[in-house]
């Protein structure tokens, strides 16, 4: 598949695997990586994970704007730090070049009280890669999501499926059927998340 120079990762909802996806697009593609929002800062961060297994060195990775120590909603996580996220502030970095922006939980998070994530890919003007899980729920949660991004008019390079696909291939259908759009790649779950396995996986679903 030929990716555009710049795009955002999105997800149907936290944990369906936008921050591996990413990873494994980033190695492939040798894009820089953003990740505006950052919430929860206990554990590795997403950029920190993604460094670790990828092997990419530091040049590829653009700071992040909000760094927020709630593991939350954004606008719950900016609130626990006194902090609201300003919109304005969340704009493009200038001379990134080929970019990929990941987002923080679904499309229909609150960044503050008067925007959601949704707003902000409305802001940056990117197109939208979505990720999906692959099992039971999935084709609700991923067509509000289709419907969502298109009342907004925001463009869809297609859907990722996350999980085991051999018993779910009537959900990818669905998806494609109900969704119009096409489901460009499935990944199953990788035994070891590393440099290599990473690059494997690029090879195997998006060359």
């Known amino acids: 598949m030929n990716f555009p120079a710049q795009f955002f990762i999105t997800g149907t909802d936290t944990g369906v695997g936008k921050t591996v996806v990413s990873a494994i697009l980033l190695a ?6 953003w990740k505006p929002v950052q919430c929860g800062l206990l554990e590795a961060t997403d950029t920190e994970v993604i460094k670790n297994i990828t092997g990419l060195h530091d040049g590829h ?10 593991s939350a909603s954004p606008h719950i996580s900016a609130a626990a730090a006194n902090v609201t996220i300003d919109m304005e502030s969340l704009r493009l970095p200038a001379g990134t070049g080929d970019l990929l922006v990941e987002g923080a939980g679904g499309l229909l998070v609150p960044l503050n009280a008067r925007f959601m994530m ?8 990117l197109p939208v890669l979505l990720v999906a ?3 039971l729920g999935t084709i609700n949660h991923t067509l509000l999501s289709l419907a969502a991004l298109r ?7 297609g859907v ?7 018993k779910h291939q009537q959900n990818r259908r669905a998806i494609e059927y109900y969704g119009k759009v096409q489901v460009i790649a499935e990944l199953e779950p990788l035994t070891w998340l590393t440099p290599v396995s990473i690059m494997t996986a690029f090879k195997e679903l998006f060359l």
């Open 151 to 157: 009342d907004r008019d925001v463009e869809v390079l």
């Open 133 to 135: 899980r692959s099992g």
């Open 28 to 33: 492939g593609l040798s894009y820089k990586y």
């Open 61 to 70: 990775f653009l700071p992040e704007k909000y760094r927020l120590p709630v």
């Open 118 to 125: 949704i707003d902000l890919l409305k802001l940056l003007g």
């Open 160 to 166: 990722v499926l996350n999980g085991a696909k051999a």
